[in-house]
């Protein structure tokens, strides 16, 4: 309809995994702001400053078929088809490739590959099943690209998702679902704060060419834009919000 917003995110109904907290819960905050109805499926519930009738908290683990069916299904209840992913659960450690341990390096890729690729396929195939396009946006981190030292088990399953999108991209887009990422530079966040304690914080400051870290409202344009009918024509993308940190490899 003529004057109205393809940035509008309005009445739709979008999951955001890992959504209790970091950049999961700002993605929450923000797309219920703009009128969006928004589910955050979680280990643990969205803090109760956050509670906004357009937000129904999800307690569940990624790494469950029977949690991402019953998360599903509890959405759809709500406020019917979910058309929105943020595929954004994760877990990250920082430990070096000759001291990682089978156990590590599994519960990294069970959560941040496999986690991510069977909630993107019980979104998909909810979305196929009702005939319905949409969108779906799984979070990388430009460590995928540019790994630093204690990184490698991380970084191994992020380059995963990133393949993961562009092969799922390519199978769902004459379904009308277009899959892309976003791939946060350094952002203080739950899962990095030991890193962030230490010296590091200032050096990764002092090596970006913003000669800055990234903050919670700088991801805001691209969640917007992509769980919009802003992005009907992108898909297979990633979009890299870091200041320009990744330019310095």
């Not at 009128?35 to 519930?45: C, D, L, P, W, Y």
């Not at 019953?70 to 595929?87: H, I």
């Not at 590959?113 to 009702?130: D, L, N, P, S, T």
Request: some cysteine; charged content about 20%.
């Amino acid at each position: 309809m003529a004057g109205e917003s393809s940035l509008s995110v309005a009445g739709k109904t979008i999951v955001v995994t890992g959504g209790s907290s970091g950049l999961g819960l700002r993605m929450v905050e923000v797309l219920a702001a703009n009128g969006a109805n928004v589910v955050s499926i979680s280990r643990t519930a969205v803090p109760e400053g956050s509670c906004n009738p357009r937000i129904l908290s999800i307690v569940g683990d990624v790494t469950k078929a029977s949690d991402i069916e019953r998360a599903f299904d509890e959405a759809e209840s709500w406020k019917g088809t979910v058309t929105v992913l943020f595929n954004n659960a994760g877990v990250a450690e920082i430990i070096r490739a000759i001291d990682t341990t089978r156990d590590q390096l599994r519960r990294i890729l069970e959560v941040n590959a496999e986690g991510a690729f069977f909630v993107a396929q019980e979104a998909a195939k909810r979305m196929i099943a009702k005939g319905v396009g949409g969108s779906i946006v799984n979070l990388l981190s430009i460590l995928a690209d540019t790994p630093i030292k204690g990184s490698t088990a991380y970084a191994m399953s992020k380059a995963a998702a990133s393949v993961m999108t562009r092969s799922m991209a390519l199978e769902w887009a004459a379904h009308g679902i277009r899959v892309n990422a976003i791939a946060p530079g350094w952002f203080p966040t739950r899962l990095n704060e030991d890193l962030m304690d230490g010296p590091a914080r200032g050096f990764l400051k002092g090596k970006n060419p913003m000669r800055r870290l990234g903050e919670p409202q700088d991801i805001d344009g691209a969640v917007l834009m992509l769980a919009s009918d802003a992005s009907s024509y992108i898909t297979g993308t990633v979009i890299t919000i870091d200041g320009g940190h990744s330019l310095q490899g």
